[in-house]
């Protein structure tokens, strides 16, 4: 049974740092993608990363403030995140897809993925 599951939200203050992990199991993953969703608002893609080459890819929100990374041993992946602003509060979700898919698309298109976890929430305060 496919599973993902997130972990690592909390609160911290802004300017501070979190690192998220997503615990994947049950299936096989060629990537994963990280997604936000803030209250009122739509579910946004933050990081995406392909297993084949470790490319990576970003919103532009988040460029050079968060960092997706795999575990080489397991399907783990982590988003640290760091200089965190208030509009960063949201849910954060890890998803992934039964097949191969691409970043590109997948960053921007959140229903194109299949497999979803139930979030953790991160509250950055001013």
């Known amino acids: 049974q496919v599973q993902l599951v997130e972990s690592g939200g909390g609160l911290v203050q802004s300017g501070g740092s979190l690192k998220l992990t997503c615990a994947a199991s049950?299936?096989?993953?060629?990537?994963m993608a990280w997604f936000r969703q803030a209250p009122g608002k739509e579910r946004q893609g933050v990081a995406c990363?392909?297993?084949?080459?470790?490319?990576?890819f970003y919103a532009e929100s988040v460029k050079g403030r968060f960092t997706i990374s795999k575990d080489n041993d397991r399907d783990t992946v982590y988003l640290q995140m760091d200089d965190l602003k208030d509009e960063d509060t949201a849910v954060y979700y890890c998803a992934s897809d039964r097949v191969p898919f691409p970043c590109q698309i997948a960053i921007n298109s959140p229903l194109s993925l299949d497999f979803w976890g139930r979030g953790t929430t991160v509250t950055v305060s001013a």
């Open positions: 990363m392909h297993f084949n080459d470790r490319r990576t």
């Open positions: 049950g299936g096989r993953y060629t990537g």
